[in-house]
């Protein structure tokens, strides 16, 4: 048995949104599935702060696995390790929300000034943080599981993933490389932005790379949210972000609906295609009292509350749909269209 085989044989795929600190969510959602230990898991696809907790699980497994450990110790391993990171991104929080160092005026200067001026020096300490907390050579090495980091590729405008030996601290910096605070990652020739734009996170590569039907989706940006006509700019510009970061999400749910309903009307051979299973863990409902405003705030004592928010919904997923993994999907559409109804014929 493997630090990732649960006893149950259960498996999942875990596809984990970026929010900025609402990653701690997810965190607590990870944190929860790990607690229980009934799942294992296949493959994860992350982008932004989902890419960060994406290496952060990798990494401690790969650790475990190298240590010899079993299951649950493994698990152990890796609850700590993603409360260590979130605890160490509080303390970051709590040190630029004292201090006005660069990094805490960035997006006061973007305003009008373009990153490579207002921060000429790429100034970003989750970088220091992540390379203190993750080796990236056994990252990318490690076998335990399947890792999938999505970033936007400048040049092209389209999405790529990086995975196995492209696994990099670079690649996870592009994944959540907001254009208008920092300045683009470059990897090799190409520089990358932040990667949703383009998958928020990428379902495809789940569906290639791994054997495992199911796929949970924790997602942290609002689908639907309420909006008034007299909105500011601010709120306008949160709202636009939002919708443009679930549009590439959106797009991969339908195709995956399309393809599952060819299959269960027997117009596609299961053979040749793979009957997705979606599940969610929706932050949204959690979320939606601090606003996307909050996704910037990363003190200590909102990054830990946060995190027990996703430890709430993540032991409350598993009350409810446990039993669906393996046999159906249990996550409503995401991408029914209301349509208005025909006009009445007038006599």
């Not at 100034?123 to 990252?139: C, Q």
């Not at 195709?255 to 009957?275: N, Q, T």
């Not at 830990?304 to 046999?327: C, E, I, N, P």
């Amino acid at each position: 048995m493997t630090p990732n085989s649960p006893v149950t044989g259960k498996t999942l795929n875990l596809a984990l949104q970026g929010g900025g600190s609402h990653g701690a969510f997810t965190a607590g959602v990870l944190d929860a599935l790990l607690e229980d230990g009934r799942l294992g898991f296949e493959g994860a696809s992350g982008t932004s702060a989902g890419a960060m907790n994406v290496a952060v699980l990798a990494h401690a497994l790969a650790r475990a696995h190298e240590g010899g450990l079993d299951f649950p110790q493994a698990r152990d391993a890796a609850r700590a390790a993603l409360r260590r990171f979130w605890d160490k991104v509080g303390l970051l929080g709590n040190f630029v929300a004292g201090v006005p160092l660069p990094t805490a005026m960035l997006t006061m200067f973007t305003q009008w000034l373009p990153p490579a001026l207002a921060n000429p020096l790429g100034i970003n300490p989750l970088r220091r943080l992540l390379l203190r907390e993750i080796d990236f050579d056994l990252l990318a090495r490690q076998r335990q599981l399947k890792v999938f980091v999505s970033a936007t590729n400048v040049r092209t405008g389209r999405g790529e993933v990086f995975s196995g030996e492209r696994l990099s601290v670079d690649a996870v910096m592009a994944s959540a490389c907001l254009p208008t605070l920092f300045q683009a990652v470059r990897i090799g020739d190409d520089h990358y932005w932040d990667g949703g734009y383009s998958g928020n996170p990428a379902i495809y590569p789940l569906i290639y790379k791994t054997k495992c039907a199911d796929v949970l989706l924790v997602q942290i940006n609002p689908i639907e949210a309420p909006y008034a006509s007299d909105a500011g700019v601010v709120e306008i510009m949160e709202r636009v972000n939002e919708i443009t970061f679930n549009a590439s999400l959106l797009a991969e749910m339908r195709a995956i609906e399309f393809v599952s309903r060819l299959l269960g009307e027997g117009r596609l051979d299961p053979a040749r295609y793979k009957d997705v299973l979606l599940h969610r863990v929706d932050g949204g409902a959690a979320l939606a009292e601090f606003g996307a405003a909050s996704k910037s705030r990363t003190d200590s004592l909102f990054v830990s509350r946060l995190y027990d928010l996703g430890r709430a919904a993540g032991h409350a997923w598993l009350q409810a749909h446990f039993d669906d993994v393996g046999l159906r999907s249990s996550m409503e559409k995401l991408t029914r269209h209301k349509t208005n109804p025909s006009p009445k014929a007038t006599s």
